[in-house]
């Protein structure tokens, strides 16, 4: 299933950022679905989900580890982050120290567990 989520993650999530290349508003929340799973990033390039124009992003992930490394400074442009998780696990979560000062993020996951907002 991993590697059918990388695939997922750049033959659609990927595409839509390289042929939409002034995109700066982006919103694709849906309900967690195998015909349309969450973004993930583990184990890919930071070129595959990377914008210098997005400003919005409100999108699924599969883990709170996707959420930080569209955090890394992929998104440069990022002012608003709206995320829901649909796994919080106990791994270990990458360190990023990208975070603009002027981003607002809301996190939360699918059962209502984690908030966050940064302002």
């Excluded at 973004?39 to 990377?50: E, I, K, Q, R």
């Excluded at 599969?62 to 709206?82: E, N, P």
């Amino acid at each position: 299933m991993i590697e059918s989520l990388k695939n997922y993650t750049m033959n659609v999530y990927g595409h839509i950022l390289s042929f939409f290349k002034n995109l700066q508003h982006f919103s694709i929340i849906e309900t967690f679905d195998v015909i349309y799973p969450g973004l993930s990033l583990c184990d890919l390039p930071s070129t595959t989900f990377f914008s210098s124009t997005l400003t919005y992003l409100c999108i699924n992930v599969m883990t709170f580890d996707d959420c930080l490394y569209l955090l890394d400074g992929r998104l440069k442009q990022l002012t608003t982050f709206i995320v829901e998780i649909y796994s919080i696990n106990n791994s270990p979560s990458i360190v990023h120290n990208m975070v603009s000062s002027n981003i607002v993020l809301f996190v939360s996951n699918s059962n209502g567990g984690l908030s966050v907002w940064f302002n």
